[in-house]
Every structure is written in structure tokens, then in C-alpha cells.
């Protein structure tokens, strides 16, 4: 079975780093793209940043751009999310996915919160 265990969040000081990881396994997870998305109580999900199956391209939400950057590691079966210069505004559950993948999975997400 498909399953997508994200981890790494916490509580972090606002300009502080984390750097999240979603461990992908029952799939052929070296010949699909990744996601992470994110959301906040009370906001609507949002897309965060994406990765070819390959890691040879990606792509971001403008509100990450200059701090974040996906990354992943094929041998492993494991996507990674680096957070810097953390803001309030990136308090939220954080999630992995497949891209454009036959089946619809989510993992339990991990929390990021960002607080003085």
C-alpha cells in the first residue's frame, strides 16, 4: 500500500531553519514528481514547491522563493523540504504528495510552527 510519512516540523523561532522529510513508500517513487503542500487552520491548501521525478527541476510558491528548496533522494524513497528564514506566515501542517499519481495519498502531514 501507498504510504507517505512526513516528519522534521516543530516549533521553530521567527528567521529560524527546519528541514522536513517525507519517507514515500508502496509506489514507484523514482518515476514520479513530488509536492509539498501546506496548510494553515482556517486557510486553503497551498502548493509550496514541486520536484521532477528525477530532482533535475523545480519549481516554487512565491512566498518560499529565496528561503526554501525541495530536494530529494531516490536511493532512499525520501523527499525533502529546507525551510530558512522562517516567517509567521509559514505556520501550517505540511504535506508530501505524488504528482499526477493513480492513486490519491496523503501522509499525516507535520506541524511547523513559527513563533516568538
Known amino acids: 500500500q501507498v504510504q507517505l510519512v512526513e516528519s522534521g516540523g516543530g516549533l521553530v523561532q521567527p528567521g529560524g531553519s527546519l528541514r522536513l522529510s517525507c519517507a514515500a513508500s508502496?509506489?514507484?517513487?523514482?518515476?514520479?514528481?513530488m509536492r509539498w503542500y501546506r496548510q494553515a487552520p482556517g486557510k486553503v491548501r497551498e502548493l509550496v514547491a514541486a520536484i521532477s521525478s528525477a530532482g533535475g527541476y523545480t519549481n516554487y510558491a512565491d512566498f518560499v522563493k529565496g528561503r526554501f528548496t525541495i530536494s530529494r533522494d531516490n536511493a532512499k524513497n525520501t523527499v525533502y523540504l529546507q525551510m530558512n528564514s522562517l516567517k509567521f506566515e509559514d505556520t501550517a501542517v505540511y504535506y508530501c504528495?505524488?504528482?499526477?499519481?493513480?492513486?490519491?495519498?496523503w501522509g499525516q502531514g507535520t506541524q511547523v510552527t513559527v513563533s516568538s
Open positions: 508502496g509506489f514507484s517513487f523514482s518515476t514520479y514528481a
Open positions: 504528495k505524488a504528482q499526477n499519481a493513480p492513486f490519491d495519498a
